[in-house]
């Protein structure tokens, strides 16, 4: 079989999200390295480690299936599609699992739930009638996608006890089982296979004892995929009575990464080549290039529609049609999973991922920075080539927000602009030194912020100079502690605030620094600081290991600790006072008082436009306080949300859109909420939607507010049906009067106050029914 391209047509999909209002979630996942595919007739499925797309090649459309939307869980292990039963199934390293049928969502948590004490990830999923058998790390689940339940389960490994199974297919009249420990078999039929002992060792196949990953079954051959310990071997032999098993050609000493076979061809795929047989098994194609991208095939489908297609380990999805046509799709997303910390400015977002481990040892990661603009992703120009490694902070400029600085742990100061890599600083132009620490020489960044002046600040490791600024200008300054703070002190996380004060934070027990420059940032002499602990009287912190540091909207200073949030109610007592010590709320919780989160490590905080408080958890998940910190408004987790894990590395919020980002080592997402940017003249006040239609039930947000300003809603005879106050720049409203009805068809008016009484502004929303 021969492949003729008389058209080809590279498609490069760029999946935009639609809006979505308060209150609603969307995922921001890379969909570039895929590991698994599906034929779903004229729609492709294929899976990440984050999530499920699907492609349509008729029409080039393509749909997200997320933590979001469809499924209940992250971190993905296989998927399969019955078309039979129009079912996708979804496998979890976790043993959770998720049915989608005719488009509706089903959860199945029982392998996840089990007190199985083994592995219990799902490798892969092969269909017989409405029954999903699952191959499991600890043996084979059976699935009735029917009843939506649990049928049996099969312990085949040597006395019964678990064995990592990998994929498992039937020849008509017996199982074929691909182990850790060998290929295991079992007549289809037999009543009971649950019992150990109905299914034996295949001696007959060659390397009998090795691991074995794949079985490939049609109506002439049989294919198996041996894993060694330096490569593969796929071996195949023919259904004839007394056929041996031969070693597949052209293959040999390759690290082969997928099989598939079906009654047309047989295709193989290693590192960067495809290769496709026919029934003869004459070599009829060959590929290492698809679509501008090489091919590495990590799931491989022969569509019933036609065609070839290729769930790669980059840039997603490529294959082509039965009509020669060439595609290469995946939805818009960032580059990778990879990442330490977020930053948000107006519509900008950037990432900045690698980072150190616990020991604060680099991790060497090339992975690099990515940025969110105009509602897409894309990725800074390659680091690998210019070797830079580590990312630890990231910080975009307010009065410029095309430009971005990065602090890499090993290489310095990187500066961004319009995506680009325009300038790295280290020791030969900047005021910034080399230290050696980790086994190698470096100029090693922990953190970087701008000031509200348009200044960057520095944190530059185990130097004689721990603090350094890069004006707007371009000048360098460098800022010594000495005796406080030596060499052999990290700082990493800086804090550039309204009062003009720079905070570090000095991490592994050290506590905090506080500088005040007076205003003179290239004159040291004039410098005052201090250093703060857990002592009384000394910062007064609750320990001094210290997370993350953020100012709020009224120049309070909230520091995360191992032991939840302080907060500095005065900072400028620390320079002029000997009362500043850090204070944590007290709340009452179930009739006894204790402080607040006193439990959580804190590994983050975001301040909102209406001053409440995002904090982040390394156990328990996201929390929303409120202005003070006592009441709690939200808590979200991986549970109760689309929260990816429980683990928030990063929060960062859009104040122009109230998007809220959410970063964690499973990726991100974000939550759209009812707090913004405010604008005191309040000008350009927009009401969405606008008219409500009846079949709208979302919140009615309405922007471009002063900050707590007091909104009443009235119809057009005056008569006031509800009243809020603005969170930040917005304010919201769900369309009901006060007795909780929702109004009648007309127009009513919106009228909104500053809180000083000074301004009014009156808009008008329009409701039909």
Known sequence: MKFLFSLITILSVNFLNAQFGVGQWRDHLPYGECIDIADGGDVIYVAT????????????????LT????????GLSSIAFNLETNTLVVGYVNGNLDLVIDGQPYNIPDIKRSDVLADKSINDIYFKDHFAYLACGFGIVVVDTQKLEVSDSYFMGPSGNPIQVFNLKDDGEEWWACTEGGVYSAPVNHAFLANFQSWYKRDDIPMSGEQFSDVEINSQFMVLKVDTSDANVVYFKERVEGAIWEVFPSFEGERIRDVYMDDEVIMLSSYGVLKIYNMDL????????????????????????????????????????????????????????????????NDHVWVASGGVDAAWVARWNFLGAYGFTEESWSRAASFDGQNILDFMDVSINPQDNSEVFLGSWLNGLVQIKDGEIVNIFNETNSSMSVASFGGNDRVAVGGVDFDPQGNLWVSNN??????????????????????????????????ATQQGYVWLVLPGGDGLLVLDTKGTLLDTSDDEYN???????????????????????????WVGTLQGPAIFYSPE????????????????????????????????????????????????????????????IQHFNADNSPLLSNNILDIAINHEGGEVFFATEK???????????FYEEMEAVSVYPNPIRPDYEGLITIDGLSRDADIKISDISGNVVYQTEANGGRATWNGLNFNGQRVSTGVYLVFATTSDGQSTNVSKIAFIH
């Not at 002029?576 to 402080?595: C, P, R, T, Y």
Request: aromatic letters at 8%; a negative charge; one cysteine or more.
């Open 49 to 64: 480690a984050s999530a499920v797309f699907s492609f349509r090649p008729q029409d080039n459309s393509i749909e997200r």
């Open 67 to 74: 933590k979001v939307n469809k499924l209940s869980d992250s």
């Open 282 to 345: 004459d070599l009829d194609a060959v590929w290492g290039n698809l679509a501008g991208t090489t091919v590495k095939g990590n799931g491989l489908l022969h569509s019933a529609e036609g065609g070839v297609w290729i769930a790669n380990d980059e840039k997603g999805l490529i294959g082509y049609n039965q009509y020669g046509e060439v595609f290469n799709a995946f939805p818009d997303g960032p580059a990778h999973l990879g990442l330490r910390r977020i930053d948000a400015f």
């Open 462 to 495: 185990q130097t004689d100079t721990p603090l350094h600024v890069r004006t707007p200008a371009g000048e360098f300054q460098a800022y010594s502690f000495i005796p406080e703070i030596g060499t052999d002190v990290l700082g990493t996380e800086v804090l």
């Open 531 to 557: 250093v703060l602990v857990n002592e009384e009287g000394k910062g007064g912190l609750p320990v001094e290991w210290i997370n993350c540091i953020e100012e709020d909207l009224d120049g309070e200073i």
């Open 573 to 632: 007592a620390i320079f002029n006072s000997d009362e500043f010590d850090a204070q944590q709320i007290l709340i009452e919780q179930d009739g006894n008082i204790q402080v607040l989160l006193e439990t959580e490590n804190i590994t983050c905080i975001e301040i909102d436009g209406a001053n409440r408080k995002w904090i982040g958890t390394q156990h328990s998940g996201a929390f929303l306080m409120s202005e003070d910190g006592v009441e709690q």
């Open 667 to 677: 990726g991100i997402v974000s939550y759209r909420s009812d707090a913004t940017n």
